[in-house]
Structure formats: C-alpha cells, structure tokens
C-alpha cells in the first residue's frame, strides 16, 4: 500500500468521487489514482470485503458499519506527513522516542523513519526545542520551544478531527495520550457550548479536547483576554464551566473558560495568520462577485467557511461532505476556480463546493431586492387582489409586488405589462418573453426569482 492509497481510502470513506475529483486533492496523475484503487480492492478481497465499485463516473465504497471498523482495524499505512505527525506528537507527548521501535509500530523500513524523523529535526532545531541521545534508551526531550507547543496542539487536533478514520497506529497514539473518551467528554462539553452562544465548528471541538491534553503536558496556554469587557458573559461561561466540568482539573477549566471567552470576540481562533488571510479572501471575493455582504450572519458564515477551508488545505485534512451539484451551483464554482487561480489561492474541492453554496445564497439575497413586479398569467381564470393565492404569495415573499391577470388581458396590452414588470410567468405557452411553467406554487414560483436574482448576480460587470 502506498500514500495515495491512504489517502483513497480517507476520501471514499466519507464520500463517492471521480477519479478527476480525487486528482484535485491527491495532486497525482489519473493512471496513479487508478492503479491504487485496483491496489486496494485486492487488499479488500484480502479480507473478505466489498470491494471499491464504479457508477458512471463515481467511484463509492459502500461498507457497513462493522465493515468499516473492519477496514480500519486492518489497514495501517500511512501518507508521509502522518508518519511525520506521529514521531512528531509521540516524541513531545511521551518526552522520548526510540526509533528502532517505532519503526515496528509502523512497519516501515530504517531509511523511511530516518526520513521523516529528520524534518521532525528540522522543524525543532528551527523552533528551539532541543533534545539529546541517552544510550540504551533513545532520544529524550529537554527543552519544549512555545512555537512547538503550538505546533503540537495543531497537529494533535487533526487526530481528533480524524478520529473515526484513524488507522491503529495513530488510533493508539490518541488513546495513550487522552486520558478521556471523546464521546463521554462531548456529553459534558456540550451544555457547556450549546449555552455559551458561541458558534461551534469540528475545529473548534478538536481543539478543546487538544486544549486538556495540552495543559497536562506543558501547562497549556496564555490566553490573553479582558474579562472586564464582559464580565456577565465570563462569569456565565465561568459558571457552566463550573456546573458541568465534573472531573476537569482546575487549570483546564480556568483555560476553557478563557478560551470560549476570547472564541466569542473572533480571538480564540486557532491561527491568527488564517484570520487575516480568510479577511483578505472575503474582500477579494467581494470585488470579483460584485458583493455588498452586508447581511452580518452571512458573512459570518462564509468566514467560517473560508477560515476552515484553509486551515483543512493547510494542515493535510481530507474532511469531506457529501458532494452536492447543481447548476447554478457549478456556475458559481467556474467563476470561484477562475478567481482562486487569479489570486493564488489554494483549497480542496468540497470546500471549493461549500463555499459556492454560501455564495449562491448571499448572491441571491443581494439581487432579489431588485426585483419589484411580477406578472401572474393564468390560462382560464382571473384571481383578483384579494385571493388566498395572491395574499399568501405577498406573506411569502413580502418585497415583491404580484400582479394576477388572465392570458387574454395580457395579450391585449403588451407593451404596457412588459414595461411595468420584471418577470412574467404563465401557465401557457406565449409568443412573448416569459418563463413557462405547468402550475403555479409558492415554491416554483420562489425558485424562478431566485434564479432570476442568481442569473442577474453572476452577470455584474
């Protein structure tokens, strides 16, 4: 098994993908993706499971539960960043490594340990954390650099982000160090966070459960916060803490509560350089896509989006949602890739895909507003003003007004309706400029606004 064999098998046991989409986050030739899936559905027949199965163009891995754990439970290969983690994490959480075992764990040979130890070499002799060779043991830790602490909580977090698709040997390097289950600990965690109005993310969790394991170790982190700002929400978060923190140690409760405190002002994310560059994103992208974004919880959203889109590009996380597609949405994504590729800007295609769906909803809030009259053509009946359909259409979409008029009335003044309206849709097929449906609906007639603010968005100049 190699890398991108690992890296497969992260991606099919979160999502069915093409062999082109696989190719935007392995970075590989096509021929090397195809010959690692054949690799591994021998590997899979090897122990008795269903093996990797094309649909069109969709590659899936369709396992149980059970099957999955099986999976997992025998596969151990990792890419080279995660061998590099893992003597990374063991050494600093443990204080010494022996190399000549760790290259059992990992069943890999003396000249692949050696070179993933060495930028694990390189890394603290450039951070300042220093160590030395005791005979008969190995190699021990004496000085642990700030900048390798943080380093540290960053990598460890992605175990917790990966943790349901960990192979063994990282899996068993998690539960050495985390003296908690993770699942137990989120049931305390949670009325801590689902009360704090604070906006919650896997990266966010990941690092709660880093931040604990950190301050056994080294004694955390310094948070540096003004509680007077707010001293009603920091004793309400010191209160939760408190309530529900049965079995925290006072240190760790004390640092989660400044942590959630400094989260709630946009200080507690856990890259500051990410921060300035997600703003930056956002400004670019509003130049290109001709936005105002003045709909606060939206941007918020596509912050978050573009925040977490880089910090997974960054630090080597294939997290993926399921893949949705649609046209309007692929239209956006083409316009996206072109402004990324302008930019320099780099991320992996689902967050590529979140990112356009954000977009699509801002774009059309933002153009919707232009919308004023739309004309209602009906076949055979008049509705007037006062009917349940055109009463409730005005409840459901308050900023436009509709107009109902019958095919005939339309087709005695045409110059004067096309000129007073924005849209006209009809039940009918006519011989002018309106959008044809079969019956009318709230929703249908909705979704044509929407398209028509969408169309009008992606074509500002």
Do not use: W
């Amino acid at each position: 098994m190699n890398t991108t064999a690992a890296n497969i098998l992260k991606i099919l046991s979160q999502s069915e993908m093409s062999v082109d989409d696989m190719q935007l986050y392995l970075e590989v030739e096509k021929s090397s993706i195809i010959k690692s899936i054949l690799q591994f559905n021998e590997f899979l027949k090897s122990i008795n499971l269903p093996t990797i199965e094309k649909s069109e163009n969709l590659y899936s891995l369709n396992l149980s539960n059970q099957q999955m754990k099986t999976l997992f439970n025998n596969f151990n290969t990792l890419t080279l960043t995660e061998k590099i983690d893992y003597l990374y994490i063991k050494f600093i959480a443990t204080g010494f490594l022996n190399l000549e075992k760790e290259k059992e764990n990992l069943d890999i040979s003396r000249s692949t340990i050696l070179r993933a130890f060495k930028t694990v070499k390189e890394t603290f002799a450039k951070n300042g954390t220093t160590y030395e060779y005791v005979h008969g043991k190995g190699l021990v830790l004496k000085n642990l650099s700030q900048i390798d602490k943080g380093t540290f909580c960053k990598k460890l977090m992605i175990f917790f982000i990966e943790e349901d698709i960990l192979v063994p040997s990282r899996k068993k390097l998690l539960d050495s160090i985390k003296k908690f289950d993770t699942k137990e600990r989120m049931e305390k965690l949670y009325p801590i966070l689902s009360s704090s109005d604070i906006s919650i993310n896997y990266v966010m969790l990941s690092f709660v459960h880093t931040l604990e394991i950190c301050v056994d170790l080294f004694g955390g982190f310094n948070f540096k916060i003004d509680k007077d700002s707010n001293i009603e929400k920091f004793i309400k978060l010191k209160n939760l803490v408190h309530k529900h923190g049965a079995g925290f140690n006072d240190e760790y409760k004390k640092q989660l509560v400044e942590f959630l405190f400094s989260f709630s002002y946009e200080e507690g994310q856990m890259d500051g350089t990410l921060i300035n560059k997600s703003s930056k994103f956002i400004e670019d992208l509003k130049k290109c896509f001709k936005l105002q974004m003045s709909n606060k919880d939206l941007y918020r959203l596509l912050f978050n989006k573009v925040y977490l889109s880089f910090f997974k590009f960054e630090n080597n996380i294939l997290k993926i949602s399921n893949l949705k597609r649609d046209k309007a949405q692929l239209k956006i994504l083409e316009k996206l890739d072109k402004f990324l590729e302008e930019y320099s800007y780099k991320m992996y295609l689902a967050d590529k895909y979140i990112i356009a769906f954000v977009l699509k909803t801002i774009i059309i809030e933002e153009n919707l507003s232009d919308i004023k009259n739309v004309l209602l053509l009906f076949q055979d009946a008049v509705i007037n003003k006062k009917s349940a359909f055109n009463v409730y259409l005005k409840r459901y979409i308050p900023t436009v007004n509709f107009d109902v008029e019958p095919i005939l009335f339309y087709q005695r003044d045409v110059a004067t309706l096309k000129k007073n309206y924005d849209i006209i849709i009809s039940d009918s097929k006519i011989s002018y400029d309106s959008i044809l449906i079969d019956s009318y609906s709230n929703i249908k007639i909705y979704e044509i606004l929407e398209n028509h603010a969408l169309k009008r968005g992606l074509n500002k100049e």
